[in-house]
T-cell receptor
Framework: GESVGLHLPTLSVQEGDNSIINCAYS??????FIWYKQESGKGPQFIID?????DKRQGQRVTVLLNKTVKHLSLQIAATQPGDSAVYFC?????????????FGPGTRLSVLP | GAVVSQHPSWVICKSGTSVKIECRSL??????MFWYRQFPKQSLMLMAT?????????EQGVEKDKFLINHASLTLSTLTVTSAHPEDSSFYIC????????????FGDGTRLSIL
């Protein structure tokens, strides 16, 4: 079946550098995407979302890019800090899928090196 | 806003015990709640979807008699693991969405269940 996947299962970056976490999706009908951050022993935390009518959306130190042509989603974290160390999940959904589940990717572990 | 509270955060109990986990949306009405199971270093595995006032929809392979879900109000859903055994030990996470399309899921902090 269709699924969301990630190119890199682990990512190590130097503190202060920018991080880029990638996600590939295969359901062309998906038009709503979210990035979540999960710290050890906690539930996923909403970071940022984007709808398919947008290519880019910025938050505080984070930017999500959506390339519908190649079905690719990325999360950019500027000036990565130790507190950014976590597992990051992308999730996709169809906006007409009221109350239905999102499909989650396998996750990418981000490790920030001092 | 959009806070989901899950309780308890950690429970250890003997094999054969039934364990109830609560999921509450504190500041919004949750039309739909989801229950996930997560194994170490793995992604979230959806167990069931529940809508207020109706029966939960279980994913394939999830025993509905084993994992009882009740969504009696717009702010509370419960998951009861009946007659739990060591293989049921896991991290269980709930999430909730509000009304309308394109609503993000807001997650609780999970419940670590350890069955001895």
């Amino acid at each position: 079946g269709e699924s969301v996947g990630l190119h890199l299962p682990t990512l190590s970056v130097q503190e202060g550098d920018n991080s880029i976490i990638n996600c590939a999706y295969s359901n062309s009908a998906s038009d709503y995407f979210i990035w979540y951050k999960q710290e050890s022993g906690k539930g996923p935390q909403f970071i940022i979302d984007i709808r398919s009518n947008m290519d880019k959306r910025q938050g505080q130190r984070v930017t999500v890019l959506l390339n519908k042509t190649v079905k690719h989603l990325s999360l950019q974290i500027a000036a990565t800090q130790p507190g950014d160390s976590a597992v990051y999940f992308c999730a996709e959904n169809m906006s007409d899928n009221y109350g239905q589940n999102f499909v989650f990717g396998p996750g990418t572990r981000l490790s920030v090196l001092p | 806003g959009a806070v989901v509270s899950q309780h308890p955060s950690w429970v250890i109990c003997k094999s054969g015990t039934s364990v109830k986990i609560e999921c509450r949306s504190l500041d919004f009405q949750a039309t739909t709640m989801f229950w996930y199971r997560q194994f170490p270093k793995q992604s979230l595995m959806l167990m069931a979807t529940s809508n207020e006032g109706s029966k939960a929809t279980y994913e394939q392979g999830v025993e509905k008699d084993k994992f009882l879900i009740n969504h009696a109000s717009l702010t509370l859903s419960t998951l009861t693991v009946t007659s739990a055994h060591p293989e049921d030990s896991s991290f269980y996470i709930c999430s909730a969405t509000g009304q309308g399309a394109s609503q993000p899921q807001h997650f609780g902090d999970g419940t670590r269940l350890s069955i001895l």
